[in-house]
């Protein structure tokens, strides 16, 4: 689940509320639990590496969220980078389900969120001789803070199995700062962020036709703008980039399944 869907969800959960003007009159109605999100984007990203092959992505889910901090959610992408791998195989979508408690329990503003999220691949045909089961279960722990107009986050991910279906890499994580600023024009916010994605266990990682690579961590980061239109609807336009190692992550087509790129995502909460 990316930066821009939660976001977006709050934006949508702000916007229920009525102005104060007409809130004097008519009490203003209660924010719904529930929230649910659908985004279309050029590329699916996920730490920097591409899901999709540079291609389009369908995307969406939902998220219900309880007064006392506990919350649970879903999330879906279409995706081909398994299939892409694993000639014969088939592996359409990317399904994520997650719970935890989110309070601000520091100060208003500095949100504390802990939780379980598991990545769940629905599969067939895969080959163990090109790569695990791709299923992950990752624990997180994220401090939310805002600043005036800067908001953002500081997470750190941790691989309670191995990490989509890489040889001997539980223990792998991902620490990674999101930064956002409200430019205070045109409903516009610039967006940061910056990661670590430390693979463990692998001094002699396996490869096609018997390579084997022993650097295979890498960092990932992004800059864009996010336009926020109202009623849930927001366009994001950014560059996302990495040093990810062009002989491990790469496509079908041989090239860096890491490189530099511009992805365009609009997206829509109900």
Do not use: C
Not at 10 to 17: E, K, P, R, V, Y
Not at 67 to 73: A, D, K, L, Q, R
Not at 99 to 108: M, R, Y
């Amino acid at each position: 689940m990316n930066t821009l869907q939660k976001t977006a969800i709050a934006a949508a959960i702000s916007g229920l509320f009525a102005p104060a003007a007409f809130a004097q009159a008519t009490p203003a109605p209660e924010a719904s639990p529930v929230t649910a999100n659908v985004t279309v984007v050029s590329d699916y990203r996920f730490r920097g590496i591409t899901q999709s092959n540079y291609k389009p992505a369908i995307q969406g889910g939902f998220d219900y969220a309880h007064e006392s901090g506990f919350y649970i959610g879903n999330w879906n992408s279409s995706i081909s980078w398994i299939s892409d791998g694993n000639p014969g195989s088939s592996a359409p979508i990317e399904m994520n389900f997650y719970g935890g408690f989110k309070k601000e329990l520091i100060a208003p503003g500095f949100a504390s969120d802990f939780g379980v999220l598991q990545y769940y691949y629905p599969s067939t045909g895969l080959n163990s001789s090109y790569m695990l089961n791709p299923n992950t279960t990752e624990l997180y722990a994220a401090q939310n803070f805002t600043l005036g107009p800067v908001t953002g986050f500081l997470k750190f991910s941790y691989a309670v199995t191995t990490l989509f279906g890489t040889p001997n890499s539980q223990g792998s994580f991902y620490p990674d700062l999101t930064v956002n600023y409200d430019t205070g024009f045109w409903g516009v916010t610039a967006n940061g962020h910056v990661g670590y994605q430390y693979v463990a266990g692998q001094p002699n990682t396996a490869g096609p036709a018997g390579q084997t690579y022993n650097n295979i961590s890498y960092t990932d980061w992004k800059l864009g703008l996010t336009k926020d239109f109202g009623g849930g609807l927001a366009l994001s336009a950014s560059y996302v980039s990495t040093n990810a190692n062009p002989n491990f992550y790469y496509t079908p087509q041989y090239s860096s399944s890491g490189r530099g790129g511009a992805v365009v995502a609009l997206t829509k909460t109900f």
